[in-house]
């Protein structure tokens, strides 16, 4: 199995609160992802990185910020968060190049905003 | 606007019937994949699809490509219990590594 943790993995949270979910992975892997599920949305990607300092937006990034201080850390915050940001936030690790390019997800951060 | 739309939505078949989920995606793409969740789970990757006419086989599972129709299919074959998931296709956005996800496909296989 890819190493690939997600913290904290439930979390309850008031409404306006900052909030910050940590994606570590052990893999070495170029490309980092945050993604939420939502009944009848599928996976919604809300960032991406290409590498270290290197990020960008997804479908859903508004409300969103994103940090890649070192390879195997990406950090998703809600500065104020909202009902609407309630969700299912998994991260995801992907090779570059020649790689087949699949992705590897984590366990899931279930986030509930009151 | 970049879209993927999967068919049916959700699933109920017998065990043992054989069903087909359609992948249908708006832009060109070289390659799709499938991915499935089991309810409270991560999701896991089943099948890579890197051109055009590739097919893969895993067991009761057989996934297909077509870039020129921008579709890709699941074929279940002789369905038992435990494929009982819900299956995801995706593909990436042309020239980046951003992966966009269709709805899901719920499949729930009876006894």
């Known amino acids: 199995d890819a190493g690939i943790t997600q913290s904290p993995r439930h979390k309850v949270t008031e409404t306006g609160t900052p909030v910050t979910l940590r994606c570590h992975q052990t893999e070495n892997h170029r490309y980092m992802y945050w993604y939420r599920q939502d009944p009848g949305h599928g996976l919604r990607l809300i960032h991406y990185s290409y590498g270290v300092k290197d990020t960008d937006k997804g479908e859903v990034s508004d409300g969103y910020s994103v940090s890649r201080s070192k390879t195997e850390d990406f950090l998703l915050t809600l500065e104020s968060a909202t009902s609407s940001q309630t969700s299912v936030y998994f991260c995801?690790?992907?090779?570059?190049?020649?790689?087949?390019?699949?992705?590897?997800f984590g366990e899931g951060s279930r986030l509930t905003v009151l | 606007e970049l879209k993927v739309e999967q068919n049916p939505l959700f699933l109920s078949m017998q065990e043992g019937k054989n069903y087909t989920i359609y992948c249908n995606y708006s832009t060109t793409s070289d390659r799709l994949y499938w991915y499935r969740q089991d309810p409270g789970k991560s999701l896991e990757s089943l099948f890579v699809l890197l051109s055009n006419g590739a097919v893969k086989q895993e067991g009761r599972l057989m996934a297909s490509l077509d870039t020129k129709a921008r579709l890709s299919t699941l074929h279940i074959t002789a369905a038992v219990h435990d494929l009982s998931a819900t299956y995801f296709c995706a593909f990436p956005r042309s020239g980046t590594y951003k992966y966009i996800f269709g709805t899901g496909t719920r499949l729930k296989v009876l006894a």
């Open positions: 995801a690790i992907g090779a570059a190049g020649a790689n087949t390019g699949e992705l590897f």
